[in-house]
């Protein structure tokens, strides 16, 4: 597999889609590891963010500081589609190259944010609601890179917490889980 943007969502895409589409309508107020989202929260944050790193794949601008949009029945089909519109703004000539969003960041960069929130917060609904996830590994490989050079930044923007203590012993996931400042063990309250 190469290591374009476009094609590491794809194969993160199709992890992920299993585990959106497969939360459940009771399932919405469960709590997340995302400890400020429960389970519709969460969901409404990811597809804000999907599009609008569609946006800034063009070099456009996005707007993390509207609320995001509280998603209705149609939310499977929804994904579906916004996140092939950003597999699509990913592979279009010239998206990688430069500097995008307010914060003028290598636009490789905001591809790997993208990758980043799209893999660990389907991770975070898995956990949530029970069901399995494994994302790709060469999605895992390129972003345990891309996070511990992006983790001071992050950390500053209250992105990222601060890396969670794990054992030597711990996947490469796992330990990418860790460097977002998740409990790569964390499960529902109700199952602890």
Not at 26 to 37: A, R
Not at 49 to 69: C, H, M, R, W, Y
Not at 73 to 101: K, V
Request: charged content about 20%; hydrophobic content about 45%; aromatic content about 6%.
């Amino acid at each position: 597999m190469d290591d374009k943007i476009s094609t590491l969502l794809e194969a993160a895409a199709a992890d992920a889609l299993p585990v959106l589409r497969g939360v459940r309508d009771d399932q919405l107020t469960l709590p997340t590891p995302c400890v400020e989202y429960d389970v519709h929260g969460l969901l409404d944050h990811l597809f804000q963010v999907i599009t609008n790193f569609q946006a800034l794949a063009g070099k456009g601008e996005s707007d993390f500081g509207t609320a995001p949009e509280h998603l209705a029945a149609d939310r499977r089909e929804r994904f579906a589609a916004e996140i092939d519109r950003l597999i699509e703004a990913w592979a279009a000539p010239g998206a990688e190259d430069g500097l995008t969003g307010a914060m003028n960041m290598p636009a490789r960069t905001v591809g790997a944010m993208a990758l980043g929130d799209l893999t660990v917060h389907s991770w975070d609904l898995a956990r949530a609601t029970g069901q399995p996830y494994e994302p790709d590994a060469a999605v895992v490989r390129m972003l345990g890179v891309e996070f511990v050079a992006l983790a001071p930044t992050a950390r500053s923007m209250n992105v990222f917490g601060e890396p969670f203590a794990v054992a030597g012993d711990v996947t490469p996931f796992e330990s990418l889980l860790a460097e977002t400042g998740r409990d790569p063990g964390w499960r529902p309250p109700a199952a602890a």
